[in-house]
């Protein structure tokens, strides 16, 4: 198996009670859902590459129609217990399995990072139409540079594939996709873009 996408995916699903375990905490990204509320997103909310539901669950109890989407099968198992109150399918953010304009809210927290950048313009376009008008978007890569598999010891040496983004280059992709950017910082390590 050579391509990324699919070993990433095949050690969050080998390994996604240790994921879950690992990231269990609200605190980092606490502030996070703080400045996205601020712009007063609204209803229907999808978490996009939502992993074991920690955030979708948070946004379930926030009073939106949370909806989750992954490709890991053993993570979103992780979710629906995390989040009852809360729909989720298996997808691919490049190809995903909702009608135009679904959603007035786009959760993207640490999940594009994980294709290639070649990737990133139709996942964006897909981000795009699933978007209903005056919908906010939030999305979280990793501050850097290159494209890497990257090992981890916490899931026994299996790999992961990174995208590592500058703010202005993340920030161009998603112009070029038609949104309006609302802020775009770094912060702790990582770019974090909210637009509309």
Not at 8 to 35: C, F, G, K, M, Q
Not at 61 to 79: I, P, Y
Not at 83 to 104: C, E, I, K, N, V
Not at 111 to 128: G, I, Q
Request: charged share 25%; net charge neutral.
């Amino acid at each position: 198996m050579t391509d990324p996408i699919e070993i990433t995916t095949r050690t969050y699903d080998t390994h996604a009670a240790t994921y879950a375990e690992i990231n269990a905490s609200h605190r980092p990204v606490a502030y996070l859902y703080d400045v996205f509320v601020e712009y007063e997103p609204r209803g229907r909310l999808l978490d996009v590459g939502c992993g074991h539901g920690r955030d979708t669950a948070h946004f379930a109890k926030r009073g939106f129609e949370a909806h989750g989407v992954d490709r890991s099968t053993g993570l979103l198992a992780l979710a629906q217990k995390a989040a009852p109150r809360a729909t989720f399918a298996q997808g691919d953010m490049r190809h995903l399995p909702y009608r135009d304009r679904s959603f007035d809210a786009l959760w993207v927290c640490a999940s594009l990072l994980h294709l290639p950048k070649a990737e990133t313009p139709l996942a964006l376009n897909e981000l795009r139409r699933v978007l209903a008008p005056g919908g906010v978007m939030y999305i979280g890569v990793k501050h850097g540079e290159g494209e890497h598999m990257i090992p981890a010891e916490s899931y026994g040496g299996m790999e992961r594939f990174f995208a590592l983004y500058q703010a202005e280059e993340l920030g161009a992709l998603v112009r070029a996709a038609g949104f309006r950017i609302l802020e775009n910082a770094v912060r702790g390590g990582w770019v974090n873009l909210y637009a509309r």
